[in-house]
Nanobody
Framework: QVQLVESGGGLVQAGGSLRLSCAAS????????MGWFRQAPGKEREFVAA????????FYADSVKGRFTISRDNAKNTAYLQMNSLKPEDTAVYYC???????????????????????WGQGTQVTVSS
């Protein structure tokens, strides 16, 4: 089992920044790919960003590319999502997720799919006001 706890959400004005954190516990963090998804009211959960275990590959939704940055610190068992130039349409509950992914086990396309992830956090609310 892997437990994931998100933090760092809140209310911010358009154009502002937030940094989300995802603290993991329970298994060897470096064996897991990490992803961020979000869900706005009335909408399906959507992929935001992902990073592989070695930090050599990152993946982004087109809607956040150039504004958001995913990173991880394997020594601290923590993944991050730096969100800059926030827009009202970024308002959502943001979820951290972990996928068991030994080296070479995940095809690039799989990082974008929520079905690839084994563990989920409880979510943190991000609200961007206009």
């Amino acid at each position: 089992q892997v437990q994931l706890v998100e933090s760092g959400g809140g209310l911010v004005q358009a154009g502002g920044s937030l940094r989300l954190s995802c603290a993991a516990s329970g298994r060897t963090f470096s064996n897991y790919a990490m992803g961020w998804f979000r869900q706005a009211p009335g909408k399906e959960r959507e992929f935001v960003a992902a990073i592989n275990w070695s930090r050599t590959s990152t993946f982004y939704a087109d809607s956040v590319k150039g504004r958001f940055t995913i990173s991880r610190d394997n020594a601290k068992n923590t993944a991050y999502l730096q969100m800059n130039s926030l827009k009202p349409e970024d308002t959502a509950v943001y979820y951290c997720a972990a996928a068991y992914a030994p080296p070479g086990s995940l095809h690039s396309a799989q990082y974008y799919l929520y079905q690839s992830y084994d563990y989920w956090g409880q979510g943190t609310q991000v609200t961007v006001s206009s």
